[in-house]
Every structure is written in structure tokens, then in C-alpha cells.
């Protein structure tokens, strides 16, 4: 594990450099450059199987077992290329919310106790946990107090999801990764969801997943398209939007079209 840049306060949040995956042999992401910038929010985008989730996967450390891996992955200017969550550094550490907030959260322990443990390791106690973690759950739009003494099992779908986004802000990461988080979500949750993800990372980068471009407009300046593991464009969504150059981006513009959400709109 290396620091490359003197100064890793001024790094991109996130660096994937010539990224090569392989499982069992098959390459799955081919040569993948993408950056986040600090407080940059990115889409990736592509169909079923394109190579979102690997990606994710890479940059949170958590690959399927026997995975190949070539080429670079920065966090916050730290090399972490194959380096296990755990094992790294305070500045490579990467927050994560995923499609499912069910089973990213542990249906017997209340919602206040297990949103705790993240303030408990940036080493707040007491009052001033308290204070934090309310704030946190209101700027998920989760005012009632009643929620710190419920389980999840008592929550909608998308309450249980602002809680996994309340968690994963609490971590103050440098970098969030959204694979899919709206995508169980009905449309005007969706929006919530949306809103909550770009008020919560200001601060931070954001590299958010989605099959869907309209979501993605309305969420990211800049959207990055895989295709069979390779990044086929990066541009400005609106420059995606208007003039897509690749043939896999004009089908997910179209789909977004053709969609009940309308392309751009904002959350
Ligand atoms: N554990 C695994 N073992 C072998 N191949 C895998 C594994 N996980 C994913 N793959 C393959 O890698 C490719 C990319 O998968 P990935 O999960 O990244 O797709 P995705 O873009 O996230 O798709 P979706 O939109 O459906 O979530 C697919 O062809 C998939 O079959
Ligand atoms: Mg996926």
C-alpha cells in the first residue's frame, strides 16, 4: 500500500487505472480509467452483466475469491488495489450503500444501536453521539424518534434505505459507492433517495450505479457507460443525453425515453 500523491488531501476520491478483472479466467472488466473527483458525483451505467458491480466490487475491496486482478485502484490518492476492507487505511476506506436494505442491515437490532457503531468508531460517546446520529437520521429526512427504537422489519422499504445511506454517511468516507440503491424503490421514493444521496455528499464523491440514465441525470454530472466490462464512453450526461456516440449509450437513452421518469428531470 503506497501513498502516490504528496498530498492526498487534494486527490481524486476515487482512481481506477487501467482495471483488468478476471474470474475463473474470463475477463470481466477490460482496462477500465475512471476517476471521481473529491466532490464529484459519476454515474456508471451499462445493461444487466455489463460489469457495474465488479467494478464496485474493486473498489471496495471485496472480490469474488480467485478474482485476477491488474492495474491500479486510488481511493482518496492510496493505492488499494486488492486490499481487503479491513486492512486499509483510515484514507482508502470507501462507504457503501447497496440495492437491498434488508439484508445490509441486521433485522434484530434497532435501527439506532446499529447506525451507533459507525459514530463509535470515529470515537463519539455519549451526547454528542446522540446529537450525530439524530442529525444524521434528519438529514435522511428521518425525523421521528420513534425510528432509533424500531428494526428494520418496522420500516418501509425506503426508510430502511435512508438508513443504510444515514450509515454509510456516518462514516464519513471520503467516498461513497451506490450500487442500485434505488432500484427496489417505487418513483417518488426513488426521488427521496436521489435528493438524500446529493445533500448527504457534498463533501464526497460519489459513484453511483444505475442501469437507468434518467436516474443518473438527474443525480451526476458525468456518466461513465460499460459495455462488456470496457468503458465505451465518459462524458457530461447532458452531452450523453443529447449526442450519445457509442451505440450502447443510444440504447440506454432510449430506454431512459421510453421509462416512466423523465430524462433529466430533477429529484
Ligand atoms: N462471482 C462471479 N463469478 C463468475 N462470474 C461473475 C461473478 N459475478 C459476476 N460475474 C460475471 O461478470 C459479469 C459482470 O457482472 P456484474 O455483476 O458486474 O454485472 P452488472 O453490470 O452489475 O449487472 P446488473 O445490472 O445485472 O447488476 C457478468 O457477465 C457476470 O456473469
Ligand atoms: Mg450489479
Do not use: Y
Amino acid at each position: 500500500m503506497t501513498m502516490i500523491t504528496a498530498t492526498p488531501d487534494g486527490a481524486e476520491a476515487l482512481s481506477l487505472v487501467g482495471l483488468s478483472v478476471r474470474l475463473g479466467g474470463v475477463p470481466v472488466l477490460r482496462d477500465v480509467h475512471l476517476t471521481v473527483g473529491a466532490t464529484e458525483r459519476v454515474a456508471l451505467i451499462g445493461a444487466s452483466g455489463s460489469g457495474k458491480s465488479l467494478t464496485a466490487g474493486a473498489v471496495l475491496g471485496v472480490l469474488p475469491a480467485g478474482a485476477e486482478l491488474s492495474g491500479r485502484v486510488l481511493v482518496g490518492g492510496v493505492d488499494v488495489t486488492g486490499v481487503h476492507p479491513v486492512r486499509r487505511p483510515a484514507a482508502g476506506r470507501v462507504a457503501t450503500v447497496g440495492q437491498d436494505p434488508a439484508a445490509a442491515l441486521n433485522p434484530l437490532v434497532p435501527v439506532g444501536a446499529q447506525l451507533a457503531l459507525p459514530l463509535r468508531h470515529r470515537g463519539l460517546r455519549g451526547r454528542e453521539l446522540d446529537r450525530e446520529r439524530a442529525g444524521l437520521l434528519a438529514s435522511v429526512g428521518l425525523t421521528d424518534a420513534r425510528v432509533l427504537h424500531s428494526a428494520p422489519g418496522e420500516l418501509s422499504g425506503g426508510q430502511r434505505q435512508r438508513v443504510c445511506i444515514a450509515m454509510a454517511l456516518a462514516s464519513r468516507a471520503g467516498l461513497l459507492v451506490a450500487d442500485e440503491p434505488t432500484t427496489a424503490l417505487d418513483l417518488v421514493t426513488q426521488a427521496q433517495v436521489v435528493t438524500v444521496l446529493r445533500e448527504g455528499t457534498r463533501g464526497s464523491g460519489l459513484l453511483f450505479i444505475t442501469h437507468d440514465l434518467s436516474v443518473a441525470a438527474a443525480l451526476c454530472d458525468r456518466a461513465v457507460v460499460l459495455h462488456h466490462g470496457a468503458v465505451v464512453e465518459d462524458a457530461p450526461v447532458a452531452r450523453l443525453l443529447s449526442a450519445p456516440q457509442h451505440e450502447q449509450t443510444a440504447a440506454l437513452v432510449a430506454a431512459a425515453r421510453a421509462g416512466t421518469l423523465p430524462v433529466g428531470a430533477p429529484a
